[in-house]
């Protein structure tokens, strides 16, 4: 829940302009229940663009099955757009 709230709060206001308190309430936890899996706001924000690109890359693999290889890379380029 965390890493979602972060993806959702860091997306919509940006690294500098999002503190750790605010994630913690929108995960409904304490800001120093967050610390307890993440050692700041840095790791935070690395391991919420982790999970995000990973679920990119997810859709996109999904998407792009089956699309000769000739045809990936600009199909990708579309999907990930």
Do not use: W
């Not at 690294?15 to 994630?23: G, L, N």
Request: hydrophobic share 50%; net charge negative; aromatic share 8%.
């Amino acid at each position: 829940r965390i890493l979602e709230m972060a993806v959702d709060c860091f997306g919509r206001r940006g690294y500098r302009a999002t503190s750790v308190s605010e994630i913690a309430r929108a995960a409904n936890l304490t800001q120093a229940a967050s610390y307890a899996y993440f050692d700041n706001k840095e790791a935070l924000f690395r391991a919420a663009v982790d999970a995000d690109v990973s679920d990119l890359i997810d859709e996109i693999s999904a998407l792009v099955d089956g699309v000769p290889a000739r045809d990936l890379i600009p199909t990708v380029i579309v999907h990930a757009v």
